[in-house]
DNA sequence: TCACCTATCACATTTGAAGGGG
DNA sequence: ACCCCTTCAAATGTGATAGGTG
């Protein structure tokens, strides 16, 4: 057992273990208590969290421990503004499930490993009085996440493809009450919007826009539309027929593509996509086509993407579409079945 | 052997804390 | 004490590739 990088000196290892089975593993319950009345806790940037929630969370983890975004905060109410209380978290299971991104959605895919004995994270600024925590917020964005079953550092070890729930205790610190004894006064509270899969890369492309456009350090990876047009402007367009024999230039135009969508076309039926129009595709998504399909779309590509058979790219069924191409249809060479991902190009713009 | 899935790493970019100078 | 600037560690997602599994 071991404690984050807010562990206290003045927070005994013996005490943190007897707190540990004392609060339980039990991720279902929002809120329980003992010995404490009359606490709030407000979770912060729910709307935030809300937006992660509705398309399932997905928290990053890696073997040097990574912070979670959206980062736990809360507001507090309701404590004794004399009475010195300590502030942690715990993340605990939701489920003995394993969990798989398929279809562009999360589904069970088997039993989940092991639990690991969980870790605690002691906020920093514990034990603080009741005012101390009531009078800001209280931060814990620099709990990290790992799934290194030997983690030096107290980082809480998580199972990638699992699903868990953040868990705040709120535990008064106070020696009368015997602290870490059965008899210790505590309060814990669970915010279902927080739950989420662990994970070593994203797998929801909704997920990633959402961290890029609201995480500040991924800054970098926000689309800029000017800068978008410029490299566009410079982008090299060399005809497709040039490459690859007897094939017509491309189609294309106005695709802009995103990972993780569906891309079907049925038997004679023209692809399509309109101007601004997101034209999207599954990791893997087997994309196929009969001989002679026409592959049509409007003029005007702002985002060019690459069709590729194999992970990694392929040079023999690749597709690309860059902007401004002369032929408005393409058709798949004879007999032939176009199969595998849709995958950016190297020099894609990112969005 | 192969396809598929997951993990790991280096990289470029950005933030923000720390420290020095005026 | 304050402000401004520079430096640098830490944080971020990407994309290539490695590794495991069936």
């Given at each position: 057992m071991a404690c984050g990088e807010g562990e206290l000196s003045s927070l005994a290892k013996g005490d943190v273990e007897h707190l540990r089975g004392h609060l339980g593993d039990d991720p279902v319950s929002l809120t329980s208590h003992q010995g404490i009345e009359g606490i709030q806790v407000f979770l912060h940037e729910t709307d935030l969290w809300t937006k992660f929630h509705a398309v399932t969370t997905e928290m990053i983890i890696t073997k040097a421990g990574r912070r979670m975004f959206p980062s736990y905060k809360v507001r507090v109410s309701g404590l004794n503004p004399r009475a010195k209380y300590i502030l942690l978290m715990d993340i605990v299971p939701v489920d003995t499930h394993r969990y798989k991104f398929a279809d562009n959605k999360w589904c069970v895919s088997g039993k989940a490993e092991a639990a690991i004995l969980g870790r605690l994270y002691v906020h920093p600024d514990s034990p603080g009085t009741g005012l101390h925590w009531m009078r800001q917020l209280v931060s814990f964005h620099k709990l990290k996440l790992t799934n290194n079953h030997l983690d030096p550092f107290g980082h809480i070890i998580l199972n990638s493809m699992h699903k868990y729930q953040p868990r705040l205790h709120i535990i008064k610190a106070d020696e009368k009450s015997g602290?870490?004894?059965?008899?210790t006064a505590f309060y814990t509270h669970s915010f279902p919007e927080t739950v989420f899969i662990a994970v070593t890369s994203y797998q929801n492309h909704a997920i990633t826009q959402l961290k890029i456009e609201n995480n500040p350090f991924a800054k970098g990876f926000r689309g800029n539309e000017d800068l978008e047009m410029h490299r566009i402007s410079q982008m090299p367009r060399f005809p497709y027929e040039q490459q690859h024999d007897g094939l017509p230039t491309c189609v294309g135009p106005t695709l802009t593509c995103e990972r993780n969508q569906p891309l079907t076309c049925e038997r004679n039926q023209p692809l399509t996509c309109e101007r601004n129009q997101p034209l999207t595709c599954e990791r893997n998504q087997a994309l196929t086509c009969e001989r002679h399909q026409p592959y049509g779309a409007e003029p005007a590509c702002l985002q060019p993407c690459m069709f590729s058979s194999s992970r990694g790219g392929s040079d023999e069924t690749d597709w690309s579409f860059y902007p401004e191409c002369p032929v408005p249809q393409q058709r798949f060479p004879p007999g032939q079945q176009i199969s595998g991902s849709l995958t950016y190009r190297p020099d894609s713009l990112d969005f």
């Amino acid at each position: 057992m071991a404690c984050g990088e807010g562990e206290l000196s003045s927070l005994a290892k013996g005490d943190v273990e007897h707190l540990r089975g004392h609060l339980g593993d039990d991720p279902v319950s929002l809120t329980s208590h003992q010995g404490i009345e009359g606490i709030q806790v407000f979770l912060h940037e729910t709307d935030l969290w809300t937006k992660f929630h509705a398309v399932t969370t997905e928290m990053i983890i890696t073997k040097a421990g990574r912070r979670m975004f959206p980062s736990y905060k809360v507001r507090v109410s309701g404590l004794n503004p004399r009475a010195k209380y300590i502030l942690l978290m715990d993340i605990v299971p939701v489920d003995t499930h394993r969990y798989k991104f398929a279809d562009n959605k999360w589904c069970v895919s088997g039993k989940a490993e092991a639990a690991i004995l969980g870790r605690l994270y002691v906020h920093p600024d514990s034990p603080g009085t009741g005012l101390h925590w009531m009078r800001q917020l209280v931060s814990f964005h620099k709990l990290k996440l790992t799934n290194n079953h030997l983690d030096p550092f107290g980082h809480i070890i998580l199972n990638s493809m699992h699903k868990y729930q953040p868990r705040l205790h709120i535990i008064k610190a106070d020696e009368k009450s015997g602290f870490g004894s059965s008899n210790t006064a505590f309060y814990t509270h669970s915010f279902p919007e927080t739950v989420f899969i662990a994970v070593t890369s994203y797998q929801n492309h909704a997920i990633t826009q959402l961290k890029i456009e609201n995480n500040p350090f991924a800054k970098g990876f926000r689309g800029n539309e000017d800068l978008e047009m410029h490299r566009i402007s410079q982008m090299p367009r060399f005809p497709y027929e040039q490459q690859h024999d007897g094939l017509p230039t491309c189609v294309g135009p106005t695709l802009t593509c995103e990972r993780n969508q569906p891309l079907t076309c049925e038997r004679n039926q023209p692809l399509t996509c309109e101007r601004n129009q997101p034209l999207t595709c599954e990791r893997n998504q087997a994309l196929t086509c009969e001989r002679h399909q026409p592959y049509g779309a409007e003029p005007a590509c702002l985002q060019p993407c690459m069709f590729s058979s194999s992970r990694g790219g392929s040079d023999e069924t690749d597709w690309s579409f860059y902007p401004e191409c002369p032929v408005p249809q393409q058709r798949f060479p004879p007999g032939q079945q176009i199969s595998g991902s849709l995958t950016y190009r190297p020099d894609s713009l990112d969005f």
